[in-house]
């Protein structure tokens, strides 16, 4: 069953790139007390997350910040070495989105958002949607009804939410 509006989020182990390599970071740190924004996707550097979803997080990032979001976090199945770099090459880093990977779909796979498309290489990957999350409570979620779609998952269609 997916995770919905309402539900807390489980306890999740993701990854990132520190400045001395990976580095594990639990959610529940990052959630807890806070008002965050988290978006998925279903692998970095495919066309419509590398052209459309984070760009739309990066263009709307000041917009969140008004409305008193504290952190953005950007996950994917992907290891934090690809991460890091994606979060380089398309200036999340630099705009302040945290980028986390899920590098065994564990948390992608607890909250019931993951699938598989074999045709186009991604197994075990995360659906695109995206979510606020007060305090670890998810208070508003949108999921796509297409991981080639970026609309209800988009920065400016989640901003309506918060």
């Given at each position: 069953m997916s995770i919905s509006k309402g539900d807390k989020l489980p306890e999740a182990t993701l990854a990132q790139m520190?400045?001395?390599g990976p580095e594990q970071v639990e959610l529940s740190d990052k959630v807890k007390g806070r008002k965050v924004v988290i978006f998925a996707v279903p692998g970095a550097y495919t066309p419509t997350c590398h052209s459309a979803h984070v760009p739309s997080f990066i263009r709307t990032k000041d917009q969140f910040d008004a409305k008193g979001v504290d952190e953005i976090i950007c996950i994917s199945v992907n290891d934090p070495f690809v991460m890091g770099a994606w979060g380089e090459a398309t200036g999340a880093a630099d705009a302040g989105i945290t980028m986390?990977?899920?590098p065994e779909s564990a948390f992608t796979k607890a909250i019931g958002m993951e699938f598989t498309a074999p045709p186009a290489g991604l197994i075990?990957?995360?659906?695109?949607?995206?979510?606020?999350?007060?305090?670890?409570?998810?208070?508003?979620l949108n999921e796509e009804e297409s991981p080639g779609a970026c609309e209800v998952s988009a920065g400016e269609a989640l901003l309506e939410a918060v």
């Amino acid at each position: 069953m997916s995770i919905s509006k309402g539900d807390k989020l489980p306890e999740a182990t993701l990854a990132q790139m520190g400045g001395d390599g990976p580095e594990q970071v639990e959610l529940s740190d990052k959630v807890k007390g806070r008002k965050v924004v988290i978006f998925a996707v279903p692998g970095a550097y495919t066309p419509t997350c590398h052209s459309a979803h984070v760009p739309s997080f990066i263009r709307t990032k000041d917009q969140f910040d008004a409305k008193g979001v504290d952190e953005i976090i950007c996950i994917s199945v992907n290891d934090p070495f690809v991460m890091g770099a994606w979060g380089e090459a398309t200036g999340a880093a630099d705009a302040g989105i945290t980028m986390l990977g899920d590098p065994e779909s564990a948390f992608t796979k607890a909250i019931g958002m993951e699938f598989t498309a074999p045709p186009a290489g991604l197994i075990a990957r995360s659906k695109r949607y995206a979510m606020v999350v007060e305090d670890g409570v998810v208070t508003a979620l949108n999921e796509e009804e297409s991981p080639g779609a970026c609309e209800v998952s988009a920065g400016e269609a989640l901003l309506e939410a918060v």
